[in-house]
């Protein structure tokens, strides 16, 4: 069988639930080839989906605890990497990468919004930059998918100018479309919810289970035992968060009424006020449940998720921490800052986790994905950018080997561009790029 009719016959007879206005795909279940065949040929290629992901935090970590040595099962990782260690067979921690033209162009702004593409900002009010790789990647490899990419966040985006002339656009977005245009963000998880399962209209507030239960009963009736317990574990998931998005539907409403009562945009407006969760560890989780079941259902194969933006407010009452995000990343060298380091460090773990846990064929959602954690500094007191923290999980079907410590540190400025890690991921994905950003060519011994 060709790639192409792999490709098609896996498009085509992809299992869905249906029901009034609302479609589930399911994950892949053994006694229904919902992406096209029963068992895997040699001969041919992409039978399981591959997913890049990119989970993002701003101004740096605590650097004396991020930290590791070692490999596979020996790996000892840093305090702030902990949370990592049930999945450190499955995960590299990369040292000594570096973005070149987020160098020597003042804080901040000029450090964040080309973390994914490489490219040179321009200050002033024309935004100029570049395309990022999970869009990139979205147009070449994304159109097997209802979604070529989704692109969620935990903040709000912010307007205006940093002192240094750069737009705040760079500060609030990680994924470009192109040059001057920012992928648009959802922070809301009831409207990324609903995008998941297109989930629109007047019945929105009716469950999307009831309206797919009898579809459901059907599929149930035609598998074997196994996938009748994955129906249900995923079904029970999906009901999970359903509950959860709900609960902050009303607040996003209210906070539309608020603007629209105010003439004020709910960006202007801060926690709960403007309908996000006001505890940021339930928006966070949430936000990474709905990328999980995007990922494992076939629904996207690439996706974004901006944890904080630069020059964050986020606090950290939970964590016994006073100063809000940027403040407290300027004592980057306190306990205050390594458990905000080690909380992200968690948020990344547990979709790592969570992907690990979802049985696919041979393996899981995560042996199919390679799961990106980046942050656009090294030190936030600073502003030190030229290395960045960057963590890998997951083995793209084995294209990529996991385990492993790379520490490209005393390698050469050429030899430790942060765009070469995006090419040589790129081309484990079947894209063929031989440049990219400030890069002309894949990274070694990756």
Not at 138 to 165: D, F, K, R, W
Not at 203 to 214: A, F, G, P, Q
């Amino acid at each position: 069988m060709t790639a192409h009719r792999t490709r098609s016959a896996r498009i085509d007879r992809r299992t869905l639930l249906k029901g009034a206005g609302t479609t589930i795909a399911l994950p892949w279940m053994e006694s229904r080839s919902v992406w096209g065949m029963e068992k895997r040929n040699e001969s041919d290629i992409e039978l399981y989906p591959q997913r890049f992901a990119v989970l993002f935090m701003a101004c740096g970590v605590h650097t004396a605890h991020w930290w590791a040595k070692g490999r596979g099962k020996e790996m000892l990782l840093g305090k702030s990497l902990m949370p990592l260690d049930p999945i450190k067979e499955k995960l590299n921690v990369v040292q000594g990468l570096f973005n070149q033209n987020a160098n020597g162009v003042g804080i901040h702004p000029g450090q964040t919004g080309n973390i994914l593409s490489g490219a040179a900002l321009q200050k002033g009010a024309e935004l100029k930059g570049g395309i990022s790789i999970d869009q990139l990647l979205a147009n070449q490899l994304g159109q097997e998918t209802t979604v070529p990419s989704m692109v969620l966040g935990c903040e709000q985006p912010i307007t205006g100018y940093h002192e240094t002339n750069f737009s705040m656009a760079y500060s609030s977005h990680i994924s470009w479309q192109n040059a001057t245009s920012p992928v648009p963000m959802e922070v809301y998880p009831s409207l990324a919810f609903d995008s998941l399962f297109d989930n629109q209209g007047s019945r929105r507030n009716k469950s999307i289970l009831d309206r797919v239960s009898e579809h459901a009963a059907d599929i149930r009736r035609s598998v074997g035992q196994a996938d009748r317990v994955k129906l249900d574990e995923f079904l029970s998931s999906v009901r999970e968060v359903e509950k959860r998005s709900d609960k902050m539907r009303d607040g996003q409403e209210k906070a539309k009424q608020r603007s629209v009562q105010t003439g004020t945009s709910p960006a202007m407006m801060s926690r709960p006020e403007n309908g996000l969760p006001e505890d940021i560890r339930e928006h966070m989780r949430l936000m990474c449940d709905i990328v999980a079941l995007a990922l494992q259902t076939d629904r996207t194969r690439f996706a974004s998720l901006l944890l904080c933006r630069d020059i964050s407010g986020l606090f950290y009452p939970f964590l016994g921490v006073r100063n809000a995000h940027h403040s407290a990343s300027h004592n980057d060298t306190s306990e205050d800052w390594e458990k905000i380091s080690r909380f992200y460090c968690e948020q990344y773990a547990y979709l790592a986790g969570k992907l690990d846990s979802m049985q696919e064929a041979d393996g899981t959602v995560l042996d199919h994905s390679c799961l990106m954690f980046v942050n656009n500094m090294w030190s936030g007191s600073r502003h030190d950018s030229t290395r960045v923290p960057l963590l890998l999980a997951g083995g793209l079907d084995q294209k990529l080997e996991t385990g492993r410590v790379l520490d490209y540190s005393e390698s050469a400025d050429e030899d430790r561009k942060l765009c070469s890690l995006y090419i040589s991921i790129a081309n484990r994905m079947g894209s063929s790029l031989s440049k990219f950003g400030d890069a002309k060519k894949p990274l070694n011994t990756l």
